[in-house]
């Protein structure tokens, strides 16, 4: 690798193929260390990692999702600029999604989502998942071959979630249509600098202000109702737009980010076939391989900050009004919290000690349901597939894999996965 300081992270096509040495040559000189370009302190250490999302009074999240870009809208002075963020927050991209939100706003909206996500209709959703899973599954396998993402991992992660927030049936060809078959080469998190233009939810704004607006003037006995009347802690009715963008968050945050991790493990199983057996025979191991795939790449690399005030990190002194960058990539193989930690240990005991999810009050809500769409997904493709492998005509022979990576600072994933198996 070329001089650390001339690498831009946020730019650099070479880091968006592989990010880990880079990320180990910043932990070597400090886990806590200036990005020189665009301004902002990356954390690649464990512990530090873990410290940022721990501490709301010294951190904001206004910035959670576009960090420097395209910056804070006001010059940032003074030695403790919470004021200037309450102030000004709303002027940011994304400023009305949950993951930018900072207590107690925050803990209100979270508390209004984690009443749709309950034990009871975790348990109905994955049910709805077995299902679903052999349902895409049906639609490619006697073909002997399939591009994975777009035939699997991208329609089964929407339609879970269409399922848990009770999209109706007749409508979940339309969400399918608007939300996997439009153009992505400006997402969140791209390495075009121009990237965030604007705010890529209306379609789902759009849907769901209908639903709750008509649940709320004609309930039934269905989910969609059970969104619409759901209450804040306090007793409280929120306005429309507050139910509508916790679907919106949930739809957004739940499907990019699982559909990365269903296509990384299923990379790792098609590229050793002794770890596909050992999965396929003892299924007991398929949990922590979630785990361990979590842990060695992570859907998502990294999570912002700005400072509010004066902070000490790793014993770096931080100053008011500073980006920070908790990489989540990095901090999952510190060596100091996972040794040889850019190993695939399916046994690995404290694999689930990852930052995948973040950490703190922003720990992804999520986090169930994406484990029990991995497991689910997993077990059927096992159960229905033998020897799955890597497609030669698509990715080139094994000693010269060629993979293409999603061009953004923020996910990590495949773009796509070319894969042949036996059917069964």
Not at 334 to 344: M, R
Request: hydrophobic share 35%.
């Amino acid at each position: 690798m070329t001089d650390l300081e001339s690498r831009n992270f946020f730019t650099d096509k070479e880091l968006v193929a592989n990010p880990y040495e880079y990320f180990d040559r910043l932990r070597s000189q400090c886990p806590v260390h200036p990005e020189p370009h665009h301004d902002v302190m990356m954390i690649t250490g464990y512990g530090e990692a873990i410290e940022v999302y721990n501490d709301n009074d010294g951190f904001s999240a206004c910035n959670s999702v576009t960090g420097p870009f395209p910056g804070f809208p006001v010059p940032l002075e003074g030695d403790d600029i919470s004021d200037l963020i309450a102030e000004h927050r709303d002027k940011l991209p994304m400023s009305d999604q949950l993951p930018t939100m900072d207590p107690p706003a925050h803990t209100d909206h979270r508390a209004l989502l984690m009443r749709l996500i309950t034990p009871k209709r975790l348990s109905e959703n994955e049910e709805f998942m077995w299902r679903l899973a052999d349902r895409q599954l049906d639609t490619f396998i006697e073909q002997g071959q399939c591009e994975f993402i777009r035939d699997f991992a991208q329609p089964f992660a929407l339609l879970v979630v269409a399922d848990l927030l009770g999209v109706p049936d007749d409508d979940r060809d339309r969400f399918t249509e608007n939300l996997l078959h439009r153009p992505k080469e400006h997402g969140i998190g791209s390495t075009d600098e121009h990237a965030m233009a604007h705010n890529p939810l209306e379609f789902l704004y759009g849907q769901f202000t209908a639903y709750i607006e008509d649940r709320r003037a004609n309930p039934r006995d269905d989910v969609l109702t059970g969104l619409a009347s759901a209450t804040f802690p306090d007793g409280s009715t929120p306005e429309v737009i507050d139910a509508v963008r916790i679907a919106a968050n949930l739809f957004a945050a739940g499907t990019e980010t699982t559909v990365r991790l269903l296509s990384t493990m299923l990379y790792f199983v098609a590229e050793d076939p002794e770890l596909q057996e050992r999965l396929r025979s003892d299924r007991s191991l398929v949990g922590n391989f979630v785990e361990e795939s979590l842990r060695i790449e992570s859907p998502i690399k990294g999570d912002f900050r700005l400072t509010r005030r004066p902070v000490t990190v790793g014993g770096v002194d931080v100053g008011p009004g500073t980006t920070v960058m908790v990489l989540n990539s990095a901090a999952n193989r510190d060596p100091g919290q996972f040794p040889d930690p850019h190993t695939l240990d399916i046994e690995r005991d404290n694999a689930r000690t990852h930052l995948a999810f973040g950490r703190g009050a922003h720990t992804c809500p999520g986090a169930p349901l994406a484990r029990a769409e991995a497991k689910v997904s997993l077990n059927r493709i096992l159960d229905r597939m033998t020897d799955i492998r890597i497609s030669e005509e698509v990715h080139g022979p094994p000693r010269d894999r060629q993979f293409t990576y999603v061009p953004t600072h923020i996910l990590r994933g495949l773009a796509f996965l070319g894969l042949e198996f036996d059917g069964q």
